[in-house]
């Protein structure tokens, strides 16, 4: 079985000028299609052929639905596994998006003014009408086998830090973007695994206009949103799912709102700093790491340079100079 995802760097960056914590960078941007997503979707991809093979039904045929970057990450798994995969995608995606999907060989189809939408028609006509296949319906972040497959950066980040001879109790928290959960599901998953999900806390990062968690922990209770009003597209979930708020409840972690402006001047800072250009809704994290005061904030303690803190960079495909210029007008007219 060919490899479906890289395993990536964790590395050293100074973004506190010193005198804040030790930041270390998981570089998920540099996977297939340019996120972590590849990692969950390749995974239950392979898990449900292997289901389907076993069984002797009717040939497998992938279905995602996707504002972008879970679609890309299943038309690339599938392209590799020779697989057929459709993707349903709203309105709103990008065009270049788009053709990035169609160029992995898989079939697109424009519905839908939002994922919800899209998802609908994806299941209730897309599917039902394939009926020569068996399909395997991809969820971009509400799947226990994704949240299997997202787990193993932790596997990744725990044998680097163990190659470095860091020692466990100097890592404060984990930091991630937070949009329906799926990620952020698989780090949890990935500390229980090794008993470590109540030492090690998680910073869950989102952007005001699509809080969907930090507004469920508020109400103690999930929420759903009826509108995504947020630069960060790539976070626009309507909703977080069950297992999150779950999870965000019985292990404490910290939830982290973050304003379009503030965001989008961090991706200009990146980018002046590492001539990189990273998505809003990966920006959001690296925000915390050039204001780690934010950090200690959430955490309720102060950092010092000997204090840990794993930045995940989930990446993105989906963002140019262009689309970062077009984000700072419309901030600035609204």
Not at 106 to 131: C, F, M
Not at 217 to 243: F, M, W
Request: charged letters at 20%.
């Amino acid at each position: 079985m060919p490899a479906l995802y890289n395993k990536t760097p964790l590395l050293p960056k100074n973004l506190s000028g010193g005198d804040g914590p030790t930041f270390l960078f998981k570089y998920e941007n540099m996977q297939p299609g340019g996120s972590f997503k590849i990692r969950g979707v390749s995974h239950l991809i392979e898990k449900r052929v292997e289901q389907i093979k076993s069984e002797g039904k009717k040939p497998p045929h992938v279905f995602s639905s996707s504002g972008g970057n879970a679609g890309l990450a299943a038309a690339t798994a599938c392209h590799i596994l020779s697989i057929p995969c459709t993707v349903v995608v709203p309105t709103l995606t990008k065009p270049r998006m788009v053709e990035k999907i169609r160029k992995a060989n898989a079939e697109v189809i424009v519905k839908g003014s939002n994922w919800k939408e899209a998802d609908d028609y994806l299941r209730g006509t897309v599917i039902a009408s394939n009926n020569a296949v068996q399909p395997i319906y991809v969820n971009p972040f509400d799947d226990p086998l994704l949240w299997e497959g997202h787990s193993t950066m932790i596997d990744e980040i725990l044998n680097a830090l163990n190659q470095e001879n860091i020692k466990l109790d100097a890592v404060k928290g984990i930091v991630c973007s937070v949009g329906g959960g799926g990620l952020f599901n698989g780090i949890v998953h990935g500390l229980e695994n090794h008993q470590l999900a109540c030492t090690i806390p998680v910073v869950a990062v989102e952007t005001k206009g699509c809080d969907v968690l930090g507004l469920s922990l508020a109400a103690e209770k999930p929420v759903r949103l009826n509108k995504i009003d947020s630069i960060a597209t790539s976070l626009g979930s309507s909703y977080v799912s069950c297992q999150a708020f779950d999870n965000a409840v019985k292990f404490k972690s910290r939830s982290v709102v973050l304003h379009d402006s503030d965001v989008l001047n961090t991706c200009y800072r990146y980018l002046d700093d590492f001539n990189a250009i990273v998505e809003p809704a990966c920006g959001a994290t690296i925000h915390t790491a050039y204001h780690y005061k934010i950090l200690e904030k959430a955490l309720g303690q102060k950092l010092t340079p000997s204090d840990i803190i794993i930045i995940i960079v989930c990446g993105g495909s989906c963002v140019t100079i262009q689309d970062l210029e077009n984000a700072k007008r419309k901030l600035d007219t609204d």
